[in-house]
């Protein structure tokens, strides 16, 4: 193998520093825009009420939060720039690079999503004995205080009983205090990211492939530790256990695997979709039907027993069954279902017609799609290959995913995170592949960087968006197609080729 150039090392560190230079700078970005709730006693203290109240501290607190994201965006190409060799000798550098790049994230105000005060709303729901499976926030006293997303002021929750009792222990915990409430989710996210850097390179590795190209590509993302870490998303945690699941169940202790996948979807029971592949891996390549069907039964079996367990202990049962639907009740542009229902929705409506009939139609037929092609990748055979059957089955759950996301009405950019961290294990050329990597994680830090900023009703919000938009595609655009550095990787030149 090629071994890098001598003073790539130096590159390489360079990088590493930029990347938390950047976080740092999300740090301070996140003091004016970051998201504070309503009873917080931070917004009465005078470095946030200058941060938080002032147009031109705002503005200047957006700037630092583009910076600093284009900042990690750049460090980390600069990355796989210096460290193509992947010996054995890039891991400690990736680890650095992750520990530095996470530390500052992890004290940050959330960023771009509400999500954990609503966690810290169905964690008081839980605390007065309401089941949060048919109650939205609202049902407390005072509840906006929270600052809580509008969305989940009526919505159900659609998250799993364990991570129901985490909300639950948070609050009890913070004895009122949103920040407080915040550290327990903040640490979730944290060991889900720590088991993605343990797995992940263990599954690749598995799989035939570099695991220290893997802890970059997948872990080391600025999407994901923006999103898991910055955003306190409990998808961190959820794709922590369903990874750490799948190896096992790929080094035959499918048992094991089957109890951390079953975790994880009491985290977020979207992870459903692994379990039949769970039962392939348990099977073997050239498994009969009985037996595939016998142990797709024990699967099954030892997953719900363990979630009817859960459920007895408290006392709601099944009912995180019926709150699947909750996040399909939204949609956004650039999901090619959600744009082409509400398009052909809104075109029904000017002539007349049932509009939100035909948007509720195709919307139904894209879910209905991506179930039969979830069963298309479970019930086809797998075919003997050059990869290792394991990698193959794990590769078809991954499309799985991919079909559930790309035919759902509503694409988060973690969702985007799901398919890296799956495809990443799997596989991921360079070349065109890997362009297309780059490119989602352009495109992605864009949607970040112009989404939730909290900024106080007297500021112009217009302004700010506008800001965030120009300041965040003037440096992305440099970095991707300008910087002599990073443009080869996003429109290679002859040379390269």
């Known amino acids: 193998m090629q071994q890098p150039q001598p003073g790539l090392r130096g590159g390489a560190r360079a990088a590493v520093w930029q990347g938390f230079a950047g976080s740092v700078l999300m740090l301070l970005g996140s003091l004016g825009v970051g998201w504070l709730a309503g009873s917080s006693q931070l917004i009465r ?101 929270l600052g809580p997303d509008t969305l989940w002021t009526e919505a159900p929750t659609p998250y799993g009983p364990l991570f129901l009792w985490l909300e639950q222990g948070a609050v009890w915990l913070s004895h009122g205090s949103p920040e407080l409430a915040l550290i327990p989710f903040r640490l979730a996210s944290l060991a889900g990211v720590v088991l993605l850097a343990v797995y992940v390179p263990k599954l690749a590795a598995l799989y035939g492939f570099s695991p220290q190209r893997a802890l970059w590509l997948g872990v080391l993302n600025p999407v994901l530790l923006l999103n898991f870490i910055g955003s306190v998303h409990n998808d961190s945690l959820m794709m922590g256990l369903v990874v750490a699941g799948i190896y096992f169940a790929s080094v035959k202790r499918p048992v094991w695997g089957i109890v951390l996948v079953t975790a994880s979807l009491a985290i977020k029971p979207i992870t459903l979709i692994a379990l039949p592949f769970v039962g392939l891996l348990w099977a073997g390549r050239d498994a009969t039907w009985p037996r595939k069907f016998g142990l797709w039964a024990a699967t099954l079996a030892i997953s719900m027993g363990i979630m009817l367990a859960a459920g007895v202990v408290n006392g709601l049962g099944f009912g995180w069954l019926a709150a699947l639907q909750t996040p399909g009740t939204v949609w956004i542009w650039y999901a090619p279902v959600g744009l082409a229902a509400h398009v052909l929705g809104f075109a029904t409506d000017l002539f007349g017609g049932p509009g939100a009939g035909v948007t509720g139609v195709l919307q139904t037929i894209g879910q209905g799609a991506s179930i039969l092609i979830v069963m298309a990748l479970a019930l086809v055979p797998v075919k003997p290959g050059r990869h290792p059957y394991a990698r193959d089955v794990v590769r078809r759950m991954t499309w799985a995913f991919a079909a559930v996301v790309v035919l759902a009405p509503m694409i988060q950019p973690w969702y985007m995170v799901w398919l890296l961290v799956f495809f990443t294990t799997t596989g991921v050329r360079d070349g065109g592949q890997l362009r297309v990597v780059f490119y989602l994680t352009a495109f992605f830090t864009l949607i970040a960087l112009t989404d939730q900023l909290s900024v106080f009703p007297w500021i112009p919000m217009v302004a700010v968006r506008v800001v965030a938009i120009v300041v965040g595609v003037l440096c992305a655009g440099y970095v991707m197609f300008f910087d002599k550095a990073t443009r080869g990787l996003f429109v290679p030149s002859r040379e390269s080729a």
């Open 45 to 145: 203290t005078p470095l946030f009420i200058v941060a938080r109240t002032t147009p031109a501290a705002v503005i200047t607190a957006t700037v630092f939060l583009c910076l600093g994201f284009i900042l990690m965006l750049r460090a980390w190409l600069l990355l796989y720039r210096a460290l193509r060799g992947w010996d054995a000798t890039t891991r400690p550098v990736l680890l650095k690079a992750l520990a530095l790049w996470t530390a500052p994230l992890m004290v940050t105000l959330p960023l771009f999503s509400r999500d954990s005060y609503a966690y810290i709303g169905q964690g008081r729901l839980m605390l007065q004995g309401l089941d949060p499976y048919t109650n939205g926030i609202s049902a407390l006293n005072n509840y906006y205080s």
